[in-house]
Nanobody, 114 residues
Framework: QVQLVESGGGLVQPGGSLRVSCAAS????????MGWYRQAPGKQRDFVAS???????NYEDSVKGRFTISRDNAKNTVDLQMNSLKPEDTAVYYC????????WGQGTQVTVSS
């Protein structure tokens, strides 16, 4: 059974950095795309960043230049390095993996506050 396990969330001050990671396991193969969404309290889940198996990346406009997505195809992991964090980045961050269907992680909380 496919499982996505996220880690690395937490509390950070504005301007700080945080790295969230996601590991996919359970016999998953032929990953087409991996990435992250986030959901702030009372809001819908929004796209943050994605990366293809070939390394092409895509970012939501508000995180461009601050967030960097990377993946390890051999380990089936995807990371999101978040720099210059702002209070509006506060949300639960969900990783996803696209094969013949989409799998989701359970989410990890990121809180940006002084």
């Amino acid at each position: 059974q496919v499982q996505l396990v996220e880690s690395g969330g937490g509390l950070v001050q504005p301007g700080g950095s945080l790295r969230v990671s996601c590991a996919a396991s359970g016999g998953i193969n032929r990953i087409i795309n991996m990435g992250w969404y986030r959901q702030a309290p009372g809001k819908q889940r929004d796209f943050v960043a994605s990366i293809t198996s070939g390394g092409s990346t895509n970012y939501e406009d508000s995180v461009k230049g601050r967030f960097t997505i990377s993946r390890d195809n051999a380990k089936n992991t995807v990371d999101l390095q978040m720099n210059s964090l702002k209070p509006e980045d506060t949300a639960v961050y969900y990783c996803y993996v696209v094969t013949y269907r989409t799998y989701w992680g359970q989410g990890t909380q990121v809180t940006v506050s002084s």
